[in-house]
């Protein structure tokens, strides 16, 4: 201990020891010294005859045991994640995720204009991202319990049920028509951005997805 502390006192000695401490069988808490690699080192070469060369077996076959452990984890990390350890292994490892990347390209792009896109959407130019009618879309709809129908006639329109009226998903724009030469005006449900992912991940549930997704899962 005091050959320690004179030793951690001296010039690079934060190489060799790391103060500590433990708990002696008292429960009482002392200070102690924990050797590093280089200070098991600077130890074994002060010490000499039988004690240094017991020390220094002892060194050795621990600090071998210490690195077999290590390497131990470090080969389950890497079969885990499989991570390659060969340079012909990484590179094919990375021309595989940039063929992944282009594959997912058109689907991402689609993404990220559609769901960025600013304006008021018909349910026609939705229905049509799926190859579908407005008609079939709106029957999605109305089976799953989100719309509904109100009116009758020229006045019969889709409306969003009350659970789902204040979420953001959709707004009201007046649309006129003609009826026996009188013009008439209701209220024509479009859908916002926010509306338009409900959508998505509400069919996605069901496995139903836009056909453009549809020809990438194809091609996986």
Not at 43 to 51: P, R
Not at 63 to 68: A, E, G, K
Request: include cysteine.
């Amino acid at each position: 201990m005091d050959s320690a502390r004179k030793a951690n006192n001296s010039s690079g000695s934060a190489d060799f020891f790391i103060k500590s401490t433990y708990t002696d069988k008292n429960n009482q808490i002392r200070p102690c010294y924990l050797l590093t690699k280089q200070g098991c080192e600077f130890v074994a070469n002060k010490l000499t005859g039988k004690k240094g060369n017991q020390f220094t077996a002892e060194y050795v076959t621990l600090f071998n045991r210490m690195r077999q452990r290590e390497d131990s984890r470090i080969e389950m990390v890497y079969k885990e994640w499989n991570i390659p350890t060969t340079f012909a292994g990484a590179l094919k490892l990375a021309t595989e995720q940039a063929e992944q990347l282009e594959k997912q390209k058109p689907k991402v792009d689609y993404f990220n204009s559609q769901m960025r896109n600013p304006g008021l959407m018909t349910t026609t130019e939705i229905a049509k991202d799926y190859g579908w009618s407005a008609a079939k879309l709106n029957q999605e709809l109305h089976k799953r319990g989100i719309i509904y129908q109100q009116g009758s006639g020229h006045r019969k329109v889709w409306v969003v049920y009350r659970d789902y009226a204040n979420r953001g998903y959709t707004q009201y724009e007046p649309f006129t028509y003609q009826n026996g030469g009188k013009q008439g005006m209701h209220n024509n449900l479009k859908w916002t951005q926010k509306g338009k992912k409900f959508i998505y991940d509400l069919l996605a549930k069901d496995g139903i997805r836009p056909t453009l997704e549809q020809m990438d899962l194809m091609e996986d």
